[in-house]
């Protein structure tokens, strides 16, 4: 139980699918984050929301779209993705008073 | 800008041998935090340490221990009597100030560390 909870845990998806990637935390942080992990690359942070609203957007393509409706839950909507996307996505939370964060166990993604 | 350097890929050792990960990092802030994560092969990142920049004593856990140098901008990690369950990638990583309720973490491109029997 690691507190922030993914999913799916895999994903396959073609390039022409809707899908969309759950994450949601229990542990009362105000911050969510979206990472993407590829092969041999460093993390990348994608996204930032601090009580629900977003507050950084690494000039990441529109077909990731994220939605955070409240302060414990935190999607990523894909559409009309490229191989390249494939990776392992991962999100986070953090709060104030804990500078690190708590990572969920991530949606490896296979674009096809 | 913040960077975070692993010159290390990656790293073979036979169990029980000691392991140092090495971590460089860049920052202009004279307020900064340090961390390191652990990925085993399951996927989630487990947070191991954190170090704020005026504690510059060395911190011991277990087989863990931390060697942080403001002076050289490092903050390596040893892992002593290396055990096959230490086999993962671990992730040094820089935060600023908290700022706006939040800190963004620059993470390294990570170490990965395997342990053979």
């Known amino acids: 139980e690691t507190g922030v909870t993914q999913t799916p845990r895999h994903l396959v998806m073609g390039m022409t699918n809707k899908k969309s990637l759950k994450c949601e935390q229990h542990?009362?942080?105000?911050?969510m984050y979206w990472y993407k992990q590829s092969a041999k690359k460093p993390l990348e942070l994608m996204f930032v929301?601090?009580?629900?609203?977003?507050?950084e957007n690494n000039s990441v393509p529109s077909r990731f779209s994220p939605e955070c409706p409240n302060s414990s839950h935190l999607f990523l909507h894909l559409h009309t993705l490229q191989p390249e996307d494939s990776a392992l996505y991962l999100c986070?939370?953090?709060?104030?008073?804990?500078?690190?964060?708590?990572f969920g166990s991530g949606t490896r993604l296979t674009v096809v | 800008a913040q960077k975070v350097t692993q010159a290390q890929t990656e790293i073979s050792v036979v169990e029980k041998e000691d392991v140092t990960l090495d971590c460089v990092y860049e920052?202009?802030?004279?307020?900064?935090?340090l961390f390191w994560y652990k990925q085993p092969p399951s996927g989630e990142l487990v947070f191991l340490i954190r170090?704020?920049?005026?504690?510059?004593q060395n911190e011991i856990s277990g087989r863990y221990s931390w060697n942080f140098q403001k002076s050289t901008s490092s903050f390596n990690f040893t892992i002593t009597a290396s055990q096959v369950v230490d086999s993962a990638v671990y992730f040094c990583?820089?935060?600023?100030?908290?700022?706006?309720?939040?800190?963004?973490?620059?993470f390294g491109a990570g170490t990965r560390l395997a342990v053979h029997p």
């Open positions: 986070a939370s953090s709060s104030r008073a804990n500078y690190g964060y708590t």
């Open positions: 542990l009362g942080h105000n911050a």
């Open positions: 929301y601090n009580f629900k609203e977003q507050t």
């Open positions: 920052t202009r802030d004279t307020t900064y935090y």
């Open positions: 170090r704020n920049s005026f504690d510059e």
């Open positions: 990583a820089l935060s600023g100030v908290l700022s706006g309720g939040y800190n963004k973490l620059i």
